[in-house]
T-cell receptor, first 113, second 118 residues
């Protein structure tokens, strides 16, 4: 069965610190990969996605993620976080041929000014 | 673009009541809609997938007779929690996906419905 693992449940950073959130998935075939963000009191929003091509994907608000197929990973990064990045971040995987997303447990990020 | 409206945002009702939650895609046609349940400090758990005009596909462990899903049009899906009990209290989220190959279109999420059964 497919599964998604996010290593950090809670991350606390100061503004301007660099961020890397881990995401690993288990599925041997072709996948589409997503990072969603949920700001306090808001709905889930798409941050970035990978379907094919360049494994380094750039998303909104300065976020990027790198797909490393050999490691089954899709880690999210941002060089310098802001207080407004405080949110919960979900990694999700869709395996080709399966009509559904599998979500990780989420990482709650708190950025202090 | 790609706005999904979910209504109501919060429901508080007595045990035994049936509750209907609506999910609408406002500016696109949603061939597929998904219903999730989110427990506190947990990830989203997919309950069912519905395609317009056909029966929903339920995930293992989700009671079909308890959680009735209807996807009668390309812009509306409803989830009815029948004879709700306190253990059904949760945060329910819908998402919608537009036309395109499976998985190649991102899902767009509603704001969720907080259901509290007394």
């Amino acid at each position: 069965a497919q599964s998604v693992s996010q290593h950090n449940h809670h991350v606390i950073l100061s503004e301007a610190a660099s961020l890397e959130l881990g995401c690993n998935y288990s599925y041997g075939g072709t996948v589409n990969l997503f990072w969603y963000v949920q700001y306090p009191g808001q709905h889930l929003q798409l941050l970035l996605k990978y379907f094919s091509g360049d494994p380094l994907v750039k998303g909104i608000k300065g976020f990027e993620a790198e797909f490393i197929k050999s490691k089954f990973s899709f880690n999210l990064r941002k060089p310098s976080v802001q207080w407004s990045d405080t949110a919960e971040y979900f990694c999700a995987v869709n395996a080709w041929g399966y009509n559904k997303l599998i979500f990780g447990a989420g990482t709650r990020l708190a950025v202090h000014p | 673009g790609a706005v999904v409206s979910q209504h109501p945002s919060r429901v508080i009702c007595k045990s035994g009541t049936s509750v209907k939650i609506e999910c609408r895609s406002l500016d696109f046609q949603a061939t597929t809609m998904f219903w999730y349940r989110q427990f506190p400090k947990k990830s989203l758990m997919l309950m069912a997938t519905s395609n317009e005009g056909s029966k929903a596909t339920y995930e293992q462990g989700v009671e079909k007779d308890k959680f009735l899903i209807n996807h009668a049009s390309l812009t509306l899906s409803t989830l009815t929690v029948t004879s709700a009990h306190p253990e059904d209290s949760s945060f329910y989220i819908c998402s919608a996906r537009g036309l395109g190959s499976d998985g190649n279109q991102p899902q767009h999420f509603g704001d969720g419905t907080r259901l509290s059964i007394l």
